[in-house]
């Protein structure tokens, strides 16, 4: 009888091993495909039609076709959801932890390479939006050029507000772990609660996602308050960047937190 | 190879296992034994780090599961339930878990073969049967060819055929060198599969013998389970033998 010593190589799991693994997962799903299609097809559309209704020439363009990707940011935050979620309904989590039993090494690497691929493909998404809604306009507007000041800013910053979103449904996946309730935590926090908070409390309305993001990053002509006693003082583009991802980087925390924590 | 010390662990108000020690030895396949809900299943899933012991611990090679170096390529375990995404392919699945610890995509082949799942590893895992998903985690286990193999329940949804591949393929497993643990409620399955037994009973060791030793004083080895199990069984059914005369008499 020959014992086995082990014949593995020297070293050990390393992130960029475990970042492989969860960039071949998440390229060999489908629905991942399709997610992702859908999202920067759905902005563009939106951005067509929005831009085939502009009839104010001193409106913020580039802020109205930018518009187009709200539908697209759920999706996004809905697939970052299932990054996480879709590992305990299938079980996967077993043989995930068993290859790469470091639990936050492993939650790192997801969402490295979610954020990575929500981040390339939200700003083809923004880019699409904004050349596919310039090229609608009519009534004798002419589209936005990116040379104009702000406008490659709000591009990209709506571009990334896809990836801080996704990271943001992860968290929320890793925290709660059941696809439904996830998914409705992410839509309440995101959306539903944004409008009626922000209906009700102009001073809490700029720190909420939706606002930040169209308000504060995808913007050109910030709207200044002049003394109006209910005016929304929003963030600035970079305040609201940095805030839309200290909410994904808290999610994602105390995701971590308690993957470490819980059993499996 | 792999020991347990004073594993314990508590869900709410059950001890579902109780200060269970016993050391693992290469070379032979060790049967893991014990009525429905004796604890089989947490014990493999504390040994793979899955749950948190409330005391003592497991060690693979001296190592807690989630210090290992290269886990796929130290301890390899297939668990009781489905441990795939039903939208995957076998291969791209195998592929993943592969690319974790750096083993070469060769392999990935190479164990599909072994299992018999060459002709379907491009098909949705969601459509497997029970014996093909199985045979998805026995081939998941294989990967990194490690010395030490964790299996509970393995011949679970397998075919006749599929039993007797599995009894051969971890027998000349353990043949090679290798610690094989084994969980089964079948003991005329372990009886012709295991050398070794490690038997439990709500949580606790029941017995940690060779099989001849333990059927020895037994009419056989079933006898000799379920004596030794009789005092622990949470779940039994009642005697309708017995019910039967009682009522007739």
């Known amino acids: ?12 799991y390393r992130f960029r091993h475990v970042a492989r693994m969860e960039w071949i997962k998440l390229r060999t799903l489908r629905s991942t495909w399709w ?16 831009g085939l209704n502009t009839i ?28 996480m979620t879709g590992e305990y309904t299938s079980g996967m989590i077993r043989a995930t932890l068993a290859a790469a039993p470091r639990r936050p090494l ?40 990116l040379s104009q000041p702000g406008v490659l800013r709000a591009i990209l910053l709506g571009g990334a507000s896809y990836c801080l979103i996704g990271l943001l449904g992860l968290g929320l996946g890793a925290i709660i772990r059941h696809t439904a309730a996830a998914i409705a935590v992410l839509v309440a926090g995101v959306f539903l609660i944004g409008m009626i908070i922000g209906a009700a409390s102009r001073g809490i309305a700029a720190y909420l996602p939706v606002f930040i993001i169209g308000n504060s990053l995808t913007t050109t002509k910030p709207e200044s308050c002049q003394g109006a006693a209910q005016c929304v003082h929003f963030l600035s583009p ?7 991802g200290l909410y994904a980087a808290v999610a994602l925390a105390i995701g971590g937190w308690l993957l470490v924590r819980r059993d499996a | ?17 109780d200060a269970l020690s016993f050391d693992l030895r290469p070379g032979m396949v060790t049967g893991f034994l014990g009525p429905n809900g004796s604890g089989k299943s947490t014990t493999m899933r504390l040994i793979m780090g899955l749950d948190k012991p409330d005391a003592g611990q497991a060690r693979i090679g001296g ?19 489905k441990a795939f995404h039903p939208g995957r392919s076998a291969h791209a699945h195998l592929d993943a878990l592969a690319a974790s610890n750096g083993i070469d995509r060769r392999r990935v082949d190479e164990v599909l073969d072994l299992v018999g799942l060459a002709g ?23 990967l990194g060819d490690p010395p030490v193999l964790l299996l509970d329940e393995p011949v679970n949804g397998l075919d006749p055929a599929g039993i007797h591949w599995i009894r051969d393929l971890l027998k000349s497993l353990a043949g090679q060198g290798r610690v094989v643990f084994v969980s089964s409620h079948l003991i005329s399955e372990i009886a012709l599969l295991a050398e070794h037994l490690v038997v439990i009973g709500q949580g606790r060791l029941l017995a940690d013998t060779s099989v001849a030793e333990l059927s020895a004083g037994a009419a056989s080895l079933e006898d000799a389970f379920l004596h030794l199990t009789g005092a622990s069984t949470d779940y039994r059914g009642r005697d309708w033998v017995a019910q039967r005369k009682e009522g007739s008499s």
């Open chain 1, 1 to 12: 009888m020959t014992v086995l010593t082990g014949h593995a190589p020297a070293g050990h």
């Open chain 1, 35 to 50: 997610t992702l299609a859908i999202t920067a097809a759905g902005g563009a559309a939106m951005a067509v039609v929005i």
């Open chain 1, 56 to 83: 104010s020439k001193s409106a913020d363009l580039t802020n109205n076709v930018l518009a187009g990707v709200v539908p697209g940011l759920l999706l996004i935050g809905v697939l970052g959801v299932l990054v």
């Open chain 1, 106 to 145: 492993l939650l790192a690497a997801k969402a490295a390479v979610f954020a990575a691929a929500s981040l390339t493909v939200g700003e083809a998404a923004s880019f699409l939006a904004f050349f596919a809604g310039g090229a609608a306009f009519r009534h004798g507007i002419s589209a936005p050029a």
């Open chain 1, 238 to 244: 970079w305040t609201g960047l940095a805030v839309l």
């Open chain 2, 1 to 17: 190879m792999i020991e347990v010390r004073d594993l314990t662990k508590r869900y709410g108000s059950t001890l579902a296992v």
């Open chain 2, 63 to 81: 190592r807690r599961y989630r210090n290992l170096r290269w886990p796929l390529r130290e301890a390899g375990a297939l668990l009781e339930a």
């Open chain 2, 120 to 142: 379907a590893a491009r098909r949705r895992a969601g459509k497997f049967s029970l014996g093909m998903a199985q045979r998805l985690g026995i081939a998941a286990a294989l």
